[in-house]
């Protein structure tokens, strides 16, 4: 049964009247619909990558767990299972995600769709390093199973393809083993950009890095940062009374943003407090301390609804990835844009990404740094943000498109050149491009 919903991504913009219908492998094949579809997992998305206004799929009923071999830690689930149902149900047992995100909330296939990375992309690579094979419902209606070896083109364009490939069914993927449900985290804070990137280098060992990043700092404390290093705790390293139930920590309690806060909320002046206030605290934290998996992966899950933070405007996100050669000097020059506009964000991020994987079009890691910003939505943030994408392009960069809402299909062609091409054909020899459109994928014409 279908029905009107208005939907949007995770920053609430652009907002657009959807028809919606939960998924159904049987009767929903692509040849039944006159027009495009586009199956949404939860929203997780930042801009307009999961809606159709004719027909968007929900895949939330998609939620079954479908096999696990204890001794490979291979586990096979249904494309809606979340990350979260997989964390409950797998770190008692001794496994964890080899990759995630900074939310837990996503669904596997939409991880899979934007070949998310994590806080140990230097190490482990993205999502879809971590896939061993998935069943696709393509255009025709069949259902193919795509791996490394068999239907090696559909794989390659599914990872990272934004679901305009087809309807990811059913995902394997491979877990990996824990001794606790504890990270042993490092604080290193770092007076600007430069000692920032140091520290990623000297500490290319570290499984997890990650930088919170005091965007709106200026001269000499430019890009001031606390960089977080995270190790998964053995038993032994756990106090002596917690080592008997290694996998036990304080849930916390989850709280949520209760309506949308006023647009004046976030401004210059609490952003600046905000970002100083914080890396103050870090810099007094201990150099070395225990905090359980939820507070080190996901400190934003903490607050349902987060994004209401932003009012009823709401927020994009500005996600770029910049060539290892090129970072420092791009990074600089987006720090001094960011402060000429007046704007700063509330959360910035820098990671260090490893080797990208040219075989996937679409996907977004290269070898460099990746710096994510939030804007509040006005015509300034748009303005700073065409800005961005200049110097990204300009320094060999590219976008997210799991975070886009706004860049134009100039800006993409420049960021992905011929591995855009390359999935254009794909999507035209096999139909997709007729059965599979999102408001994301008419607006860049991919
Ligand atoms: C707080 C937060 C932190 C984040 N941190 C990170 C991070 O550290 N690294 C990172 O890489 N990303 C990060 N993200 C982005 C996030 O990983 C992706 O947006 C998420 O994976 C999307 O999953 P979803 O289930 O919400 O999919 P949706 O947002 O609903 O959809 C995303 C895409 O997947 C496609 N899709 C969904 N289900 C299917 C299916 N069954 N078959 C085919 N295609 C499908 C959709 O069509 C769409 O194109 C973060 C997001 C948030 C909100």
């Not at 899979?112 to 971590?130: C, E, I, R």
């Not at 939505?377 to 748009?382: G, K, N, V």
Request: hydrophobic letters at 40%; aromatic letters at 10%.
């Amino acid at each position: 049964m279908s029905r009107q919903e208005t939907l949007s991504g995770w920053g609430r913009w652009p907002e657009r009247d959807c028809t919606v219908a939960a998924f159904d492998p049987e009767k929903d094949k692509p040849v039944r619909y006159p027009h495009a579809t586009i199956t949404r997992g939860a929203g997780r998305s930042y801009g307009d990558a999961a809606m159709n206004p004719d027909m968007t799929f929900l895949g939330e009923l998609r939620n079954r767990f479908l096999d696990f071999d204890e001794n490979s830690g291979e586990l096979v689930v249904q494309g809606g299972v979340t990350l979260a149902e997989i964390l409950e149900a797998f770190v008692p047992r001794g496994w964890f995600l080899p990759v995630t995100p900074g939310t837990k909330f996503a669904t596997v296939a939409g991880v899979v769709a934007v070949d998310a990375h994590g806080k140990n992309h230097h190490g482990a690579g993205s999502f879809g390093d971590q896939v061993n094979w998935f069943d696709l419902l393509c255009a025709d209606g069949q259902v193919r199973r795509c791996s490394p070896q068999q239907e090696i083109d559909l794989y390659n364009s599914t990872i990272g393809g934004m679901g305009l490939t087809g309807h990811i069914l059913a995902v394997s993927m491979k877990l990996h083993p824990i001794e606790t449900a504890w990270i042993t985290q490092k604080t290193l804070p770092a007076k600007n950009l430069e000692e920032a990137m140091q520290i990623f280098e000297e500490n290319q060992q570290a499984t997890y890095s990650v930088a919170w990043l005091d965007c709106l700092a200026k001269g000499d404390a430019r890009g001031r940062s606390l960089v977080l290093l995270g190790e998964h705790a053995t038993v032994n390293e756990l106090p002596a009374e917690q080592r008997d139930k290694p996998f036990d920590y304080p849930v916390p309690k989850p709280k949520s943003m209760p309506m949308d806060a006023p647009n004046w909320a976030l401004n210059r002046f609490s952003l600046k407090a905000f970002n100083h206030l914080y890396y103050r605290k870090g810099t007094k934290a201990p150099p070395k301390e225990l905090v359980d998996y939820d507070r080190y992966f996901y400190p934003l899950d903490a607050i349902h609804q987060w994004n209401r933070l932003y009012g009823k405007r709401g927020f994009s996100q500005y996600q770029c990835a910049l060539p290892l050669e090129t970072a420092k000097e791009a990074l600089l020059e987006q720090l001094d844009a960011i402060s000429k506009a007046g704007l700063g964000s509330f959360l910035a991020v820098l990671k260090r990404l490893g080797p990208g994987a040219p075989e996937r079009p679409l996907s977004f890691p290269i070898e460099g740094y990746t710096l994510a910003l939030d804007f509040p939505l006005s015509s300034q943030a748009l303005t700073l943000m065409d800005l961005l994408d200049e110097i990204t392009i300009a320094h060999g960069g590219r976008l997210y498109l799991a975070k886009d809402s706004r860049m134009t299909q100039a800006t993409m062609e420049a960021c992905y050149g011929d591995r855009l091409t390359q999935f254009r054909a794909l999507r035209r020899a096999t139909g997709a491009h007729a059965a599979f459109q999102s408001l994301q994928s008419k607006r860049l014409n991919l």
